[in-house]
């Protein structure tokens, strides 16, 4: 059993997810993360579980063992997220779209049902899902990756009525664009002319996600969910 706060994060190999895994173990949690490969770095307080969070059976394999060793979740973050499928709908690969549909969207849900079976025993628990400027500007070549972050603001607003009364929150947080690898796949002329929608045009900084996420998890924020934030001003 563990004293610490526990706090799950996918996509920690690098980005976003190893800043936040860094960032959350100097606060003092005790950090489980999570990516399909294996990590090149060491944290102390961080244990590290290599797996597709669209396997039912590996993330399931993965909370029995957070049960068993820890005993309470009390924050988690899917952060995970992928864009095999950039480009114009009519020559994007099935596969493309599929892989993309079963890490987003089929990946958050997976993780948030095994989260909240271990928060509801101690009646608390933050769930923080990621979504997506692309959601508001529909950007030509992102179809499918809208799709799913759109899909994932309602999945997310259905599931914080249905798990408020275990005193678990559910909200989305959906940054304007980071510079991280999922950015470099995105066309630079593209990228700024997007941006210059957002009321703030310019490229996000990492720390304004940990610290929305601070708000979030804090536990006076327990009247804070079923809600998206946009960063940037989009």
Not at 112 to 125: F, Q
Not at 134 to 161: L, M
Not at 187 to 213: C, F, K, M, Q, Y
């Amino acid at each position: 059993m563990s004293d610490k706060s526990v706090m799950v994060i996918t996509g920690t190999r690098k980005g976003i997810g190893k800043y936040l895994a860094e960032y959350y173990v100097g606060k003092g949690f005790k950090v489980i993360g999570c990516s399909r490969e294996q990590i090149e770095f060491e944290i102390d307080n961080y244990q590290h579980f290599c797996l597709d969070v669209s396997s039912e059976t590996d993330v399931k394999k993965m909370f029995s063992i957070i049960r068993k060793n820890y005993g309470r979740l009390d924050v988690l973050i899917n952060n995970v997220g992928v864009n095999y499928a950039l480009s114009p709908v009519l020559i994007v690969p099935y596969e493309s779209a599929l892989k993309t549909i079963k890490t987003n969207l089929l990946g958050t849900f997976l993780m948030t049902r095994e989260a909240v079976k271990i928060m509801m025993r101690k009646s608390y628990g933050r769930i923080i899902n990621f979504g997506s400027m692309a959601v508001k500007h529909e950007v030509k070549g992102e179809a499918i990756y809208s799709a799913t972050k759109t899909a994932i603001g309602s999945f997310t607003r259905v599931v914080a009525k249905e798990i408020y009364s275990y005193g678990i929150t559910c909200n989305v947080i959906s940054p304007a664009a980071i510079d991280t690898d999922l950015m470099k796949n995105v066309n630079s002329d593209a990228l700024e002319e997007v941006l210059s929608r957002n009321a703030i045009p310019d490229i996000g900084r990492i720390e304004d996600v940990s610290n929305t996420i601070d708000w979030l998890i804090n536990s006076e924020s327990s009247a804070i969910t079923g809600q998206t934030i946009y960063l940037g001003g989009v």
